[in-house]
C-alpha cells in the first residue's frame, strides 16, 4: 500500500540519489507521486524556486464551495499539514529554507537546501537547452531523438506515478 512514508522514499531517492544516464534529459518541475488514499500527490522539483529542489503536497480532486460569492476550495489542505510535511523532511536529514502556501490552499511547497544530484541536474539543463537537432522547436520537438532522450530517464522505485503536473 502507498503510504506518505513510501511515497517520501521513492521521491527523495529520484531527487537526490538516482544516478540519470547522460543522454536522457527531465523536465524541470519534475515528477507527481499520487497518495490516492488521502487525495494528495506530492511533487519532486530538481529545481524550483532559487534552483534549489522543492517537495510539493497538493489536493488531487478539488471541491468548490461558494463562499460570499466565491468559489473557494472545499477541501484544501489541512492546517499543520504543510508543517508536518517540512517536519518530516527535516526529520529525514534535510534542512528546509521556506515554505509557501499551505491550509486554505490546496496546494503546500517546501523548499530544501541541499541540491538535487548532479546528473539529475544535468539531465534538467538538457532539457532546457532544447531539442540539439531541431533549436528552432526547442523543448516541443517532437522527433523521434528528443522523444527517446525523454524516456531514458530513471523513474522514481515506485508505482504510485501521478498524472499530474
Ligand atoms: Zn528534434
Not at 20 to 44: C, E, K, M, T, V
Request: one cysteine or more; proline letters at 7%.
Amino acid at each position: 500500500m502507498t503510504t506518505l512514508d513510501s511515497v517520501l522514499d521513492a521521491g527523495l531517492h529520484w531527487l537526490y540519489e538516482t544516478e540519470q544516464p547522460d543522454n536522457s534529459h527531465q523536465q524541470h518541475h519534475g515528477i507527481a507521486l499520487g497518495l490516492p488514499a488521502a487525495n494528495r500527490w506530492y511533487g519532486f522539483s530538481p529545481t524550483g524556486a532559487r534552483n534549489l529542489p522543492v517537495v510539493s503536497v497538493n489536493v488531487s480532486k478539488v471541491e468548490y464551495k461558494t463562499d460570499d460569492g466565491d468559489q473557494v476550495p472545499a477541501n484544501p489542505l489541512e492546517p499543520g499539514e504543510l508543517e508536518a510535511l517540512a517536519d518530516e523532511l527535516r526529520r529525514r536529514g534535510f534542512d528546509v529554507d521556506s515554505t509557501w502556501n499551505g491550509h486554505l490552499a490546496v496546494t503546500g511547497s517546501v523548499g530544501l537546501v541541499r541540491t538535487a544530484h548532479p546528473a539529475l541536474l544535468a539531465a534538467v539543463g538538457r532539457y532546457r537547452r532544447g531539442c540539439p537537432e531541431h533549436p528552432q522547436r526547442g523543448v516541443f520537438c517532437d522527433c523521434e531523438a528528443w522523444q527517446a532522450e525523454a524516456t531514458r530517464i530513471i523513474a522514481p522505485l515506485t508505482t504510485s506515478v501521478a498524472a499530474s503536473t
